[in-house]
C-alpha cells in the first residue's frame, strides 16, 4: 500500500477537558503509516493531569480563549515545513474548521465536532449540554472541573466503570469557561460557502456530548460543490472515540480516506 511522503506532516488537536497525551496510541498509528505527527498541548496543558487539576481552580487555564488558540496554533503551524493535515477532536474540531476557513491546512479531519457558532443560535440541546459540563454561568475567572457523573455520561458512555474511572483519572484537566463561551461568538464562525481544502467529520452513534446528528448537520451545511467534504459515522463509538475499543478502525478509516484525496 501506498502511503504520503514522510515530509507530509499530521497534526492533532486536542479537545476541551482533556490532556494532549490521549493521542498517543494514534501518533503510532499514523507514525507507522510514514507520517510525522505533532500533538501540542493547549497553552498552559503541559503538565500531567494529576500536576494540572491540583492547580484548580487558580490555573491559567482559565485565561485561554477561542482567538489565543487559533493564534496559539497558527504560530506552530508557521514553523512546520508545509500545511499538515489536522486531525482535530471536540473542540480541535471546531479549530480545525477555522483553520481549514484561513487555508492554512492540506486537509481537516474533525473527529466528534463542536460545530461553528453559526449552527447553534437555535439548538437549545446543545447549550443545555455546555450548560452542564462547563460551569457556563458561573464566573470567568477560575477554571472548572468537570465532575465524573458528566463524564461518564457525556463522553465515556459505552465504557466499562473501570474503563470510565482510568479515564477520568489519567485524562481529566481543568477547563477555561472562556473557551466554551466563545464557541457562541463571531470567532466561532464560519462561511460555509467558501472553497475549502478536503475535509472529513467523524461522529460516533453513541456520542452524547456532540451526537452524530449535530456533526451531520455540521457536514451537510458546507455548500461548496468545488470542495471535498465528507461524513462518516462510526457504530458504538463515543465521545472519546480517541480512545474507545474501536478507535483503530476509525484511525485506519482516517489513513484510508487521507491516500484517496491525494
Avoid at 111 to 133: C, E, Q, V
Wanted: glycine share 4%.
Amino acid at each position: 500500500m501506498m502511503y504520503l511522503s514522510n515530509k507530509k506532516t499530521i497534526m492533532f488537536i486536542t479537545g476541551a477537558f482533556v490532556s494532549h497525551t490521549f493521542w498517543k496510541e494514534w501518533i503510532v498509528f499514523f507514525e507507522s503509516k510514514g507520517y510525522k505527527t505533532v500533538a501540542p498541548p493547549w497553552p498552559h496543558k503541559n503538565e500531567l493531569p494529576i500536576v494540572l487539576r491540583q492547580s484548580h481552580p487558580e490555573s491559567k487555564i482559565a485565561q485561554i480563549g477561542l482567538n489565543n488558540l487559533v493564534d496559539y496554533y497558527i504560530e506552530i503551524m508557521d514553523k512546520l515545513p508545509e500545511k499538515p493535515i489536522i486531525i482535530g477532536h471536540s473542540y480541535g474540531g471546531l479549530l480545525t474548521q477555522i483553520l481549514i476557513q484561513k487555508e492554512l491546512c492540506y486537509a481537516g479531519i474533525c473527529l466528534n465536532s463542536i460545530p461553528p457558532a453559526n449552527m447553534l443560535y437555535f439548538n437549545f440541546p446543545f447549550y443545555k449540554t455546555i450548560w452542564r459540563t462547563s460551569g457556563f454561568f458561573s464566573p470567568k475567572g477560575k477554571t472548572f472541573l468537570m465532575p465524573f457523573k458528566d463524564w461518564q455520561y457525556y463522553f465515556t458512555g459505552k465504557m466499562s466503570f473501570e474503563e470510565q474511572k482510568e479515564s477520568y483519572e489519567t485524562l481529566l484537566i481543568p477547563e477555561s469557561r472562556l473557551i466554551m463561551r466563545d464557541i457562541f461568538t463571531k470567532a466561532g464562525k464560519i462561511d460555509f460557502k467558501k472553497k475549502h481544502n478536503p475535509l472529513l467529520f467523524i461522529s460516533g452513534s453513541e456520542d452524547i456530548f456532540t451526537p452524530a446528528s449535530l456533526n451531520y448537520s455540521n457536514f451537510k451545511k458546507y455548500k461548496n460543490l468545488h470542495s471535498i467534504t465528507c461524513y462518516k459515522e462510526f457504530q458504538d463509538s463515543n465521545h472519546l472515540s480517541i480512545i474507545h475499543e474501536n478507535w483503530e478502525t476509525i484511525a485506519e478509516f482516517i489513513a484510508n480516506w487521507l491516500i484517496k484525496i491525494t
